[in-house]
């Protein structure tokens, strides 16, 4: 996470899994995804006590509203990357949309959890449940994750293609670039270790999205598909899973398998994270990311 983020700035977090805190009037935190909106000191308790790591940041800057993707492991606010590098312009403006899907998706995670919380009286009342504690987990048929998750690895992957110009402009070994990304990385002359900051990158974020592009396209039964679940995190706490796939190349939906606890915004949020890590390595000098 980054460790350059003053809290004090933002009045709301979006963290993994859809658990929101915001500021009240007074400007004390509490849980937006919690059936009596609980108070929490800060983010960081957040942090420590439920082990989940802020997505989405969000505040006033200079009287206008500004909300903000963190890096998922170090590094500087994504933002930064498009403002501090220089970037081509279709890249820059990729990069641009892929920052506002990743905090759609999040937005939605957090929006369904506090609904959830703030019906699940209701909700517990139709199942005739007579206490809050009696039900942990209800599964949803929810649709609207998988398209955003879907359109972030489609938006990724064309990325990488977009970035092999400025990667082949920078280490070319001739004149013709080659027509995509993975045809360009192995033709070009890479330092040792940049070699194999793209080799990891081409094989644990590039790879996998063409996967799960195809995977959501072309395989899953998006009206039958129950892979979005609420779960109780704990006392009145609510949060919700949207489990993807650990094995999506298969092309069958009954050969799927979710015993890694994969889930939708986290997995996009990391390979987002990735991606503009990448690009400060290549185009950059790897400060921002070093951070």
């Given amino acids: 996470m980054a460790n350059n983020v003053q809290w004090t700035q933002f009045d709301k977090i979006i963290f993994e899994r859809g658990i929101c805190i915001s500021k009240n009037l007074s400007g004390e935190w509490f849980y937006e995804n919690s059936e009596d909106h609980m108070s929490v000191s800060d983010p960081g308790h957040v942090i420590a006590s439920l082990g989940v790591r802020p997505v989405l940041a969000e505040g006033l800057s200079k009287g206008t509203r500004v909300s903000l993707i963190l890096p998922a492991i170090k590094g500087r606010l994504l933002e930064v990357y498009r403002s501090e590098l220089d970037l081509p312009e279709p890249l820059k403006y990729l990069m641009g949309s892929i920052l506002y899907h990743c905090s759609v998706l999040a937005r939605f ?64 070994s ?36 063409k996967k799960y592009k195809n995977c959501i396209q072309q395989n899953v039964d998006i009206g039958s598909s129950s892979w979005c679940v609420f779960e109780k995190k704990f006392q ?52 921002l990311s070093s951070v």
């Avoid at 990385?185 to 996998?208: D, M, Q």
């Avoid at 094995?247 to 991606?275: C, I, M, R």
Wanted: glycine share 4%; aromatic share 14%.
């Fill in 109 to 172: 995670y957090a929006y369904e959890c506090t609904i959830f919380a703030s019906q699940y009286q209701k909700i517990a009342g139709r199942k005739n449940l007579t206490s809050r504690s009696e039900e942990k987990r209800f599964v949803t048929r929810l649709e609207e994750p998988l398209y955003s998750f879907e359109t972030l690895m489609t938006k990724i992957i064309i990325a990488y293609e977009s970035l092999r110009y400025s990667v082949w402009k920078k280490y070319k």
């Fill in 174 to 209: 001739g004149n013709t670039i080659p027509k995509n990304y993975l045809d360009t990385v192995k033709s070009c002359k890479f330092p040792s270790a940049i070699g194999k900051r793209i080799k990891l990158s081409t094989e644990n974020c590039y790879l996998p999205a």
């Fill in 236 to 287: 009145l706490l609510w949060h919700l899973v949207v489990h993807i796939p650990d094995n999506p190349e298969e092309k069958s939906s009954n050969a799927f398998t979710f015993d890694q606890g994969f889930d939708a915004l986290t997995v996009a949020w990391e390979y987002v994270s990735e991606f503009f890590s990448l690009t400060d390595i290549t185009i950059g000098d790897g400060n």
